[in-house]
């Protein structure tokens, strides 16, 4: 795990500042996350779940929209997350899928059920086999599915991410 420094406090101090003032704003839960490239904050997001009618809106998924739009590109390689929060398990699936070098952190996620965000209670769900999960899972295969995925498969002009 690569050490902090005196930056990296510098930044998450920004995404936390972000975290209360958006907070006060009445835009929704108490988290902000900033993304850095090449020592400067390249784009900004806060949790906008209440106000935008987005359960989707955390401040981290709404931060790599903004950064990747910034960028005009799908990835966020060479850049650092900075989050007042430790990632829900749909962030931390974004984050791996934005493929960022660094996340930084400042309040854990039993810190966040603590004060109602279970997060917690979903990352005991995610290892879980479907059948054994809260939410009910139905697997219907289907040959119309597997055609898609045999299409793309053979797709010569794909764009790969
Ligand atoms: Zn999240």
Redesign the pocket.
Known sequence: MPAADAQDIAFLREAIRLSRKKMDAGQGGP?GAVVVRDGAVIARGWNQVTSAHDPTA????TAIRAACQALGHFELRGCTLYTSCE??P??LGAIYWARPDRVVYANTRQEAAAIGFD?DFIYREVPLPPDARTLAFVHLPSDEARAVFKAWDEKPDKIRY
């Open positions: 988290f955390h401040a981290e998924v990632p829900c749909m962030c997060d």
